[in-house]
Every structure is written in C-alpha cells, then in structure tokens.
C-alpha cells in the first residue's frame, strides 16, 4: 500500500517562497525506481503537471514555472520536494504529488495573494 502525505503550503505574497515536501509511505513498492511528478489544480481548472522527476534524472517543467520552481527527491528518504520561488498570485492552486501516474496524496494549499 502506497500512501503520499503533502506538506509545506501556505499563505504567501507575491514574490515569496514555499517548499513542498512529499512524504511516500512505499509499502510494497522502491522508491527510487519510480517516476515522482507535482501536479496543481486551480478552482475551476483542470489539474496541471507542474514538474515531473523521472527515476533516472530526467526533469520536465511546466513552461510556466520554469526558472522559479525545482523539482528533487531524495531516494533514502523517499521524500519528493517542490521548492517555489517568486511565487506568482497565478500559482494559487492545490498542490498534489503523484507517484508512477498511479499514486496520488491529499494536496496541499498555495495561496499567492498580497
């Protein structure tokens, strides 16, 4: 059984930072061999990928964010991060971690808003 836990949103004005962190409880499945991806989902909007960390390194953002957002992971920890920076009001969204476009956490809010 595979539980993801969100952490790490928050309140921030225009130009802050948050770091997201995802916590994988990965019974019955190796971390490290699996692809880690943040999604986000605005009200009235459909759910977006935000950044993707393949299993081998490879890294995609979304164009959107690329140059504020980082994506990592660290596989001893089976933790995955999103650090945000000059967060954009924009960016307001639920954020969500997904492991192996299979499994999905709670989300956590981001509200960019001065």
């Known amino acids: 059984q595979v539980q993801l836990v969100e952490s790490g949103g928050g309140s921030v004005q225009p130009g802050g930072s948050l770091t997201l962190s995802c916590a994988c409880a990965c019974s019955g499945i190796t971390f490290r061999e699996w692809g880690v991806e943040w999604y986000r989902q605005a009200p009235g909007k459909k759910r977006e990928?935000?950044?993707?960390?393949?299993?081998?390194?490879?890294?995609k953002y979304l164009d959107s964010v690329k140059g504020r957002f980082t994506i990592s992971r660290d596989n001893t920890k089976d933790m995955v991060y999103l650090q945000m920076n000059d967060l954009k009001p924009e960016d307001t969204a639920v954020y969500y971690c997904?492991?192996?476009?299979?499994?999905w956490g709670q989300g956590t809010q981001v509200t960019v808003s001065s």
């Open positions: 997904n492991i192996g476009a299979s499994f």
């Open positions: 990928s935000v950044a993707r960390l393949g299993a081998l390194g490879t890294i």
